[in-house]
């Protein structure tokens, strides 16, 4: 009996796999046979499938496509697209009138900021034109408290009633100002050359209050997947984790009109490269191992390369408010004994640019007669005497992010030099990026290496934002009352060449100081397929997608 | 039912809610305690330290662990898993069933194919023993078993996706049969399938291979011999029933594996599924869909250990007299 209930048992168990087994074998060779003429939708198996007028991308798996809350650039980089503001960035950095009609006029002290709206921009669902009042309804959302971002006082803080209001002690932001449905005006503290390039960012886009309704950063984030936006592109679908499928706002309100009919961005998958090759992305990056393939004059790929500059730079910042680094000798000594080029040349293979200063090339103000940092071990040699000798940093840590089990080869690099030039040991401690972050916040720190990237293409970006003993962001603690000077007097100067020049001025002292050894400034290198026209990728992020063109 | 069989069944399912509440305040407690969570993470090197804090207030994250967890918990036990901060703003819910649809498809052929292929295997392999193709077979299921995924991988990548372009690189197909998304019966599903496959295979083979040796030497099996019986008859009839009964005990551990599998199997390949999304909730602290997945995880496989226990009880008589008699 139980004998024959478990052959029973046994052959069920056997019949039903094979049918499983045979059934998926059945199915994977009908849908290999290629009767998969669905358009529209990428089922993936037929590789290379491409829809007219469809751009293909590899994209990040962005947090929030809510543009009060997005604080990383992988979420901004949809957003921009989706939504916008009263003024961008166009892809030669001018800053340009987007919902206003034209840039605002500026009162004569330089705080009161008046927008005409324009007023042919209407919302995704073509219902109604934005108005002021719905500017007033988002820069306040981006700043209420209820709303829990953690960036919208970051970019909105210079309004005139923006800290009651924070506080909870007023129920309006005063600085906010509906003249008439066409007509803003924005006041804000105290004169500043960046206050408007900080309206570009999105906590100041305007979204539709009739959607968004009380909805906050961390809760309620439905609507994000059907935004009523404004921007170049709709939200046509966002499978979470998976792809956003953006198609173009044919009523969109500047020139150019978006060409492309829709833009899919697959947000996870193998690695772009080979799905570049494989005919399934449009577009992708280029990093170190694949730079040397595609570089060759005579691969196949040669030809779809491109490159841009990033607004960025790679640091090392030092602690210079305790010993032994609040000495700029020894980080003189350290700085000079890294060799740049050797670097950004046989180490990263030119896909990065040796930094010379703070300023990355491209950006306004960028000083081209600034001369390169040399690689000197023997003047290095000699600070380091100065400074007390290579005892005085024995044992001394370098803190840096990271998952994985090795660090970046770039430091590894530099503390081999460190080691070879000067002869001292450098030990590497590396700490996931939350608590790298708080740790360097809090000066737990000898020294630490991390990037920046520019919110803003503006020298008070990096320098103010990153240098001044002031600034919440200066985690060197870098402090030089005559940088500081500089630094505020630029902020007040209406005159954009002496502005710029105050700046300059104040990025010759820093590197005199050294608080950052600054090692270099990326670039995008990335590959196109010939039938994409217009496409780069920006210094930073700029809505871009509007200027392409498919060609076949 | 006999009664033996019920007491033990109710006895297990008893011990269901303290597992599970051991497992899931660890879980909570040890994401509570470590450094930074995810407003920290959010929040990125600009924002002001106030605006966290004021925010980490807001949202209860200063409250003792026990409250927080108790409070979570009771949303739990509701259907409210809480909101994710990876996804900021949505349900844990929403995010985590397409996912664990995708995660289930390609692991349950895994599991099918697995003791399909590698049960028959192990028996050849124990019938050839003083054969060449003995130490050979021995050898092969070594090798598979022990290679990593971590390593397996980028070289099925490198063949397939690279090399001979047959195979999409990573990611998983949205595919639809009947409204349903099957991104199964797609090209994606064959690298994850493969890379889980094989060493299951190799080692539920190595695992047979091992019991029916064992049966083989056993008397019944030379006295069924001995009667005259067909080899074949005595292989199916004798050998092999004898020798599956343990097997059932490693399907438990296979799907052990599995789950942990996935995490790596999802986030060398770019598959959208619930390893991935653990391996995402870790990095960025996302509190309440790290605990979701651990209790959905922890419950699936509870009551799978539960019902291999009653199968095996009732493929084995031997077991399930066991509670009533002694």
């Given amino acids: ?552 | 039912m006999p009664a033996g069989l019920a007491t033990y069944i109710i006895r297990r399912l008893l011990l269901l809610p303290l597992i599970l509440f051991i497992v899931s305040f660890a879980t909570f407690a040890l994401g509570r305690y470590a450094p930074v969570d995810y407003v920290e993470i959010q929040a990125g090197p600009r924002a002001q330290p106030e605006t966290i804090e004021r925010i980490r207030e807001e949202r209860g994250l200063n409250d003792p662990v026990p409250v927080q967890y108790v409070r979570y918990m009771g949303n739990a036990l509701t259907g409210d898993f809480g909101i994710s901060t990876r996804y900021q703003g949505f349900p844990v819910a929403d995010v985590i069933l397409p996912r664990l649809w995708i995660t289930m498809q390609y692991n349950i052929v895994v599991l099918v194919l697995t003791f399909s292929i590698g049960l028959p295997l192990g028996t050849w392999a124990a019938l050839r023993r003083g054969t060449w193709q003995d130490p050979l077979s021995i050898g092969v299921f070594l090798l598979f078993a022990s290679v990593p995924v971590l390593i397996s991988i980028p070289l099925l990548q490198w063949l397939f996706s690279v090399q001979l372009g047959v195979l999409p690189s990573g990611g998983w197909s949205e595919a639809e049969y009947l409204g349903v998304e099957f991104g199964l019966f797609s090209k994606h599903a064959i690298l994850p399938i493969l890379a889980l496959t094989l060493p299951g295979v190799a080692g539920v083979a190595r695992y047979m291979r091992g019991q029916v040796m064992e049966v083989l030497d056993q008397d019944f099996v030379r006295t069924a011999n001995a009667k005259g019986l067909k080899a074949s008859t005595v292989v199916t009839r004798h050998v092999a029933r004898n020798a599956l009964l343990p097997i059932v005990t490693i399907l438990g551990f296979e799907l052990a594996a599995l789950i942990g599998g996935s995490i790596f199997i999802e986030t060398l390949l770019g598959i959208p599924g619930i390893g991935l999304l653990a391996f995402e909730s870790i990095k960025t602290r996302d509190y309440d869909t790290i605990m979701a997945i651990v209790l959905i995880g922890s419950t699936v496989f509870i009551l799978t250990m539960l019902v291999i226990d009653v199968v095996y009880g009732f493929i084995d008589p031997r077991i399930r007299v066991e509670g009533s008699m002694s």
């Fill in chain 1, 1 to 552: 009996m139980e004998t024959r209930r478990l052959v029973l048992t046994l052959t069920g168990i056997a019949v039903m796999m094979i049918v499983v087994i045979g059934g998926l074998g059945a199915i994977l060779l009908a849908s290999g046979g290629g009767d998969d003429s669905t358009a529209g939708d990428d089922d993936g198996d037929d590789l290379g499938a491409r829809v007219e007028g469809e751009l293909r991308l590899f994209g990040p798996d962005p947090i929030t496509l809510d543009p009060a809350c997005a604080s990383d650039a992988g979420s901004a980089e949809y957003i921009v697209e989706i939504f916008s503001g009263l003024v961008s960035f166009d892809l030669d950095l001018n800053l340009v009138p987007d919902v206003a009609e034209a840039l605002p006029d500026v009162s004569d002290d330089g705080t009161v900021y008046t927008f005409h709206l324009r007023s042919n921009v209407l919302f995704h669902d073509n219902s109604r034109p934005v108005t002021a009042d719905d500017f007033k309804f988002s820069l306040e959302r981006s700043l209420n408290p209820d709303t829990q971002s953690t960036v919208g006082e970051v970019y909105l803080d210079d309004l005139v009633g923006a800290a009651e209001f924070i506080a909870g002690n007023a129920d309006e932001v005063t600085g906010i100002r509906v003249i008439d449905p066409q007509t803003l005006e924005l006041t804000i503290t105290e004169p500043s050359a960046v206050f408007i390039d900080k309206l570009t960012y999105p906590t100041a886009y305007v979204v539709d209050q009739r959607e968004v309704g009380d909805a906050t950063c961390f809760e309620g984030s439905g609507w994000t997947l059907t935004p009523n936006g404004t921007g170049p592109f709709k939200l046509a679908e966002w499978d979470l984790g998976r792809k956003i499928v953006l198609t173009a706002n044919e009523r969109f309100h500047l020139e150019p009109a978006p060409a492309l009919e829709r833009v899919t961005f697959i947000l996870s998958g193998g690695s772009s490269f080979v799905m570049y090759e494989n005919d399934e992305v449009d577009v992708t990056g280029i990093g170190i191992n694949n730079i040397e393939t595609v570089r060759d004059p005579n691969g196949d790929l040669n030809a779809d390369l491109h490159e841009g500059p990033r607004l960025d730079i790679f640091y090392i910042g030092f602690n210079t408010q305790e010993a032994p680094f609040d000495d700029a000798n020894l980080r003189n000594a350290l700085s000079l004994s890294i060799n740049r080029d050797f670097l950004a040349r046989e180490f990263l293979l030119d896909l990065v640019t040796p930094a010379k200063g703070i300023l990355p090339p491209g950006i306004d103000g960028y000083n081209e007669a600034l001369p390169e940092i040399p690689f000197d071990p023997d003047a290095a040699r000699d600070l380091l005497e100065m400074a007390g000798g290579a005892g005085v940093i024995d044992g001394a840590t370098i803190l840096t992010s990271g998952q994985g089990a090795t660090p970046s080869d770039i430091l590894q690099a530099v503390l081999a030099m460190w080691e070879q030039e000067l002869g001292v040991t450098v030990t590497i401690e590396q700490e996931d990026f939350g608590l790298f972050l708080r740790d360097i916040d809090e000066g737990k720190f000898q020294m630490f290496s991390l990037g920046w990237i520019a919110d803003y293409p503006d020298p008070q970006n990096f320098l103010d934002i990153k240098l001044h003993s002031e600034s919440a962001n200066n985690e060197a603690g870098y402090s030089n009352p005559d940088v500081d000077s500089l630094l505020d007097q630029a902020d007040r100067e209406a005159d954009e060449a002496t502005r710029l020049d105050l700046y300059q001025q104040a990025e010759v002292i820093v590197v005199e100081d050294m608080p950052w050894a600054p090692l270099y400034h990326g670039k995008a290198s990335y590959l196109v397929k010939p039938y994409v026209e217009g496409f780069v990728i920006p210094p930073f992020v700029i809505p871009n997608l509007r200027y392409v063109t498919i060609t076949r």
